[in-house]
């Protein structure tokens, strides 16, 4: 069974973006990019919210195309062309690059998503990750903590009636003070 891992990137007071969707104050420099584009490429797929699928269809298609690029960062755009990808929207009716739509989350079909063989599944995107959290369908967690405090904007956890253990299974701090903390969920006794 694959298992469903939520992937992102937060500020230290908690926020994935400002109000106005801004993720400039994001510290990725080639040392971080290289070690995410060398855990998303062994994954099986990337499940993404409309914002976040948009905000990744607007740039990466041809990102490689700009000689400027980093080399991790053309690398990584071959990457999320390749990777199959589900949009979660009830409003596009198109979606390229080898992405297909689902209009809700539906435990379900996502039950039977995860028992397709294949690599684990990356989940992004706060509402999205809400949306699965309150399913329980979130297996791990891996947070990249930025360090700066933005001050407001989109937390990555709404407020929740309901309380998830988890155990940390890896800790890494980059050389840009970006900290990785890694968990999983403890199975309900």
């Known amino acids: 069974m694959r298992k469903i891992i939520l992937f992102v990137g937060i500020s230290l007071d908690g926020y994935i ?7 400039s104050w994001h510290r990725v420099d080639d040392e971080l990019h290289q070690h995410m584009n060398d855990e998303l490429r062994t994954k099986g797929g990337f499940l993404s919210g409309r914002v976040t699928w948009q905000l990744m ?6 990102a490689d195309a700009d000689p ?5 960062t053309a690398e990584f755009a071959g990457i999320w062309r390749e990777m199959p990808k589900t949009v979660y ?3 596009l009716t198109h979606a390229g690059w080898n992405t297909e739509i689902a209009r809700e989350v539906d435990p379900a079909e996502v039950r039977a998503l995860t028992a397709r063989p294949g ?6 995107g706060a509402e999205l990750a809400t949306a699965f959290a309150q399913h ?4 791990e967690y891996r947070i990249y903590v930025h360090p700066v405090l933005i001050g407001r904007g989109k937390p990555l ?4 009636d309901r309380t998830v253990d988890l155990e940390l ?10 900290a990785l903390l890694h968990y999983r969920k403890v199975p309900a006794p």
Not at 57 to 62: E, G
Not at 68 to 72: A, K, R
């Open 17 to 23: 973006e400002r109000p106005d969707r801004d993720i």
């Open 169 to 178: 299974i890896e800790s890494r701090t980059f050389g840009n003070g970006v």
């Open 68 to 72: 400027s690029v980093s080399g991790p």
């Open 89 to 91: 929207s009830r409003t």
């Open 119 to 124: 690599g684990d599944l990356v989940l992004s």
């Open 136 to 139: 329980g369908l979130i297996d």
């Open 57 to 62: 269809a607007d740039y990466w298609p041809t």
């Open 157 to 160: 956890f709404p407020p929740a």
